[in-house]
């Protein structure tokens, strides 16, 4: 059974931060790519330039590697920050879908809360944050970001 960690941009620190010292024998900490931006510049691109012209000037192809490598850089901080063996994975989807999928089976999900941080509860979670938390199929630590 592993710890689930979800690395997003501007929270993970205090994602890394609660599970540092957990037992766990396994700690896996997980980037998803959200595929909205990068369907947006190729559907963009398609419309004006017209479907299968140009398509080595696509720049959906070059958001698509930005956020790859954005990801696995987020990723090597967040394993730099925990200082210890652990499991990354890096993945592509609807961002609380992949979450929920990714959480099968673990342990616990770490989640950091990315609303207004001015306001307690519910609107303290964004959308994606609050889906992963009605749906996560395992426990789920929620963590103020630092």
Same mark, same amino acid.
């Given at each position: 059974?592993?710890? $689930?960690?979800?690395?997003?941009?501007? &929270?993970?620190?205090?994602?890394?931060?609660?599970? #540092?010292?957990?037992?766990?024998?396994?700690?896996?900490? $997980? /980037?998803?790519? =959200? /595929?909205?931006?990068? %369907?947006?510049? /190729?559907?963009?691109?398609?419309? *004006?330039?017209? #479907? =299968?012209?140009?398509?080595?000037?696509?720049?959906?192809?070059?958001? %698509?590697?930005?956020?790859?490598?954005?990801?696995?850089?987020?990723?090597?901080?967040?394993? /730099?920050?925990? =200082?210890?063996?652990?499991? &990354?994975?890096?993945?592509? =989807?609807?961002?609380?879908?992949?979450?929920? &999928?990714?959480?099968?089976?673990?342990?616990?999900?770490?989640?950091?809360?990315?609303?207004?941080?001015?306001?307690?509860?519910?609107?303290? $979670?964004?959308?994606?944050?609050?889906?992963?938390?009605?749906?996560?199929?395992?426990?789920? *630590? *929620?963590?103020?970001?630092?």
């Amino acid at each position: 059974m592993a710890v $689930l960690v979800w690395v997003v941009e501007g &929270t993970w620190p205090a994602c890394v931060d609660a599970v #540092r010292d957990h037992p766990s024998a396994e700690i896996v900490l $997980l /980037h998803v790519s =959200g /595929h909205d931006v990068p %369907e947006a510049a /190729h559907g963009a691109f398609a419309g *004006l330039f017209g #479907r =299968g012209q140009h398509r080595e000037r696509d720049p959906g192809t070059a958001v %698509e590697q930005l956020a790859t490598t954005s990801g696995r850089d987020l990723l090597a901080a967040a394993a /730099h920050r925990l =200082g210890r063996p652990c499991t &990354t994975r890096e993945r592509t =989807g609807r961002v609380e879908r992949e979450v929920v &999928t990714a959480a099968e089976g673990a342990e616990l999900l770490v989640v950091a809360r990315d609303g207004d941080h001015a306001r307690p509860g519910p609107r303290s $979670l964004g959308p994606a944050s609050r889906f992963v938390v009605d749906h996560a199929p395992c426990p789920v *630590l *929620l963590v103020w970001p630092d």
